[in-house]
């Protein structure tokens, strides 16, 4: 009796343990599977520093904007776009017969582009004021996108991507130039972006290393689907 009586309680203290086991599995599986993770606050300040000189030949910008398919007539989504750097540069290649929409969460970035825009007789480029986890773009709108060191910003990156799948229409090209870092230092690695770009549903095209200004940056460039 005593016996089975000891059988008994190992065989519940192990069935316990299982479920505990599983309930910590169960627990964590959001984040593995690209749930919130560590991120760096969106930037607030003095939108000027981004005009830096020389951040054309650092960022190679041209070369990257040939790499994105960004010509005349295309339409181009500049997604935290801050003071308009990459906007103002994507509008003069799509030329009056294309349009950027430069997105941003932060309505002093969209008052400052649309300033901006007017004052320099952009007329194909639209601001607009986003939601953190949907870039609120048109349906079918876009060619190519860029996220210029934005990506570390996001909170739910697979959610943003998602939504941001909506308005590419076939074959556009999502680049992403960030830094390699831990989420909230102001970058985030390169590997953690291509696997959650998986999965929100996004291929990784091609891999670069050439936008460098401080050693740590990369470039990378998705298309939605298998």
């Not at 203290?13 to 599983?22: Q, R, T």
């Not at 004052?119 to 996220?147: F, R």
């Amino acid at each position: 009796m005593h016996k089975i009586r000891r059988a008994v309680i190992s065989f519940v203290l192990l069935a316990a343990g299982a479920v505990f086991v599983y309930s910590q599995s169960a627990a964590q599986a959001p984040a593995a599977a690209g749930g919130q993770r560590k991120t760096s606050e969106p930037y607030t300040g003095d939108l000027t520093i981004f005009e830096s000189p020389g951040r054309d030949e650092r960022l190679q910008i041209n070369r990257v904007i040939d790499i994105l398919g960004i010509m005349p007539g295309k339409s181009v989504a500049d997604i935290g776009a801050g003071s308009g750097w990459f906007t103002v540069r994507a509008a003069r290649r799509v030329g009056t017969g294309g349009t950027v929409y430069a997105v941003d969460i932060n309505p002093e970035a969209i008052q400052y582009i649309e300033k901006r825009v007017k004052d320099e007789h952009l007329a194909n480029t639209k601001a607009i004021l986003s939601q953190p986890d949907d870039p609120m773009l048109p349906a079918d709108s876009v060619d190519a996108v860029l996220m210029l060191k934005a990506y570390h910003e996001v909170a739910h990156p697979v959610v943003l991507l998602r939504n941001l799948r909506a308005a590419l229409r076939p074959g556009a090209k999502v680049g992403i130039i960030d830094r390699n870092g831990n989420g909230e230092n102001h970058g985030v690695g390169s590997e953690v972006v291509i696997r959650e770009a998986k999965q929100a549903g996004y291929r990784l095209l091609d891999k670069y290393d050439f936008v460098k200004p401080d050693k740590v940056d990369y470039f990378l460039v998705f298309t939605a689907g298998p």
